[in-house]
């Protein structure tokens, strides 16, 4: 019976702590999305609405007028593609339209364009289309992973392999970088490792993490 109360009360902490990175994470993106409109689009809008007053002015030369144009035309692009960009960072279409595959092919090819890195991505596995609603977790699982191997880790290599382990559906991911101390995960709050074994607890699989100093990083989770 004292086992059984340690195993519960284990239970509940791991789920309070995974419910306390969810929330954190929620959290994280509000102020994330918040500072994008306020310094990015809303600064955007600015020069904007400005530049449309200044157009009020009488007897403006052709000069003037034409340059006012050119730059309401230049921030309403910047707008407009800050907005698509804020608009895929919370549910990319293509992910949502045609499944996880083509959202990890898009995913890799946008940050393959990146000359300083190279990234091999392959499938064994199909995804059904219905499970949808649980592959946006294993997408943002390797939007962390890719932005923690190319912004912190330096590597110039990513690996990521899908096939069936042991029965298992499991992702296999690895990069060249620098890599980090695991005793120093802990303090790894910024590379969103707790957010990751916590998208990877709601998948119902289990994640092993590998890396040392300067030998690059290994994921390995199933779901």
Same mark, same amino acid.
């Given at each position: 019976m004292e086992k059984k109360l340690e195993l519960n009360n284990l239970d509940i902490f791991l789920k309070s702590n995974q419910l306390v990175s969810v929330i954190r994470t929620l959290e994280s993106d509000r102020k994330r999305i918040a500072h994008e409109l306020h310094d990015d689009i809303s600064s955007k809008l600015n020069v904007i609405s400005l530049n449309c007053h200044l157009l009020k002015i009488p007897n403006l030369s052709s000069e003037d007028n034409e /340059?006012?144009?050119k730059n309401i035309i230049e921030y309403t692009s910047k707008a407009l593609n800050s907005s698509k960009e804020m608009a895929y960072s919370l549910l990319p279409p293509v992910l949502d339209k045609f499944g996880l595959h083509a959202g990890i092919e898009e995913l +890799?090819? /946008?940050l393959d364009n990146n000359e300083?890195?190279?990234i091999q991505y392959e499938s064994k596995l199909k995804f059904d289309f219905e499970d949808n609603e649980s592959h946006?977790?294993?997408f943002r699982i390797l939007q962390e992973l890719l932005t923690n191997s190319i912004e912190h880790g330096k590597a110039t290599v990513i690996s990521i392999l899908f096939e069936e382990i042991n029965g298992k559906?499991? +992702?296999i991911y690895s990069d060249n970088g620098i890599g980090f101390e695991l005793k120093q995960i802990e303090e790894h709050n910024g590379l969103g490792m707790k957010i990751i074994v916590s998208r990877v607890a709601i998948l /119902?699989?289990?994640i092993t993490i590998e890396s040392q100093l300067n030998d690059g990083i290994s994921v390995i989770f199933n779901f």
């Open positions: /340059e006012i144009m +890799c090819a /946008e300083s890195v190279v946006i977790h294993i559906r499991t +992702c /119902e699989g289990n």
